[in-house]
């Protein structure tokens, strides 16, 4: 990976009044996004499925552009604006169901993890180091998933495989973790697990982006939600005043009641 710098200071992301259009059409799918989040900070963004929160990621890491700038228009990352894509790839790892899916194969869990370092699927010819060994099992040992480090992939359940992705993520200490979603398709007890390994990651210091639909999916350490809502931030601020019954279900357009138990919140349908 090239080198990069930035202020130690500087904002995690610097977004304000971006707008992005896709297709032959030109549909606007983000609108007027403004954002600031500090380093070591944890955020959640909450919305209905289709709102955004997916095209925002693409946002973040260059995925997408924003077509125009405004009046205060800022689109940075760590204070600078002129990133080599692939360095923000190594900058925020990212842990999605589009990933999980082109990982899932007859690779084992450690080559997984490896890959992580060459930025593909698998290691096919890679020159493996010592030192990214060293590196790989450390990360599988602090998530307490090394046991599984020789199973494929294919043979895992959904809720270890994803664990997997997060130790992969985790390869090049990023500056951030970005989770899309993470949840989807985990029973209980995988989601309890992979919630664990998440906490671990904040308390680390690595900022923690999470998109979800769930509310049950934001960990205690995230204090600051934003509401997101046919491509548009419609509200940010604390966890506590965000995720209230008014809001929520006017997100959802439906009658909710929001009730928190020990550090988690979760909603009713009423």
Known sequence: M?????????????????SVVRGVENKQILRRISVRMEQGEHLALLGPNGCGKSSFINLVIREYYPFSGGEGYSFKILGREDWNVFDLRYLFGIVSDRLQSACYGDITGMETVLSGFFGSVGLYRARVTARMRRKA?????????????????????????????????????????????????LDLQA????????????????????????????????????????GEFIADGAKKDILESRRIGKLFGLRVRIKKIGAYYYDIVT
Do not use: W
């Open 2 to 18: 090239s080198g990069y710098n930035f202020r130690s200071d500087s904002p995690l992301l610097e977004f304000n009044n971006l």
């Open 191 to 230: 989601m309890s697990k992979f919630r664990y390994c998440v906490r671990k990651i904040a308390g680390t210091g690595i900022s923690v982006i999470l998109a979800t639909h769930n509310l049950q999916d934001i960990i205690p350490e995230i204090s600051r939600v934003i509401l997101m809502k046919d």
């Open 137 to 185: 099992r450390g990360i599988l040992d602090f998530l307490d998933i090394g046991h599984l480090s020789g199973l494929e992939i294919s043979r895992m359940s959904t809720g270890e495989a994803r664990r997997f992705l997060i130790a992969r993520a985790l390869v090049h200490d990023p500056k951030g973790l970005i989770l899309d979603e993470p949840c989807n398709g």
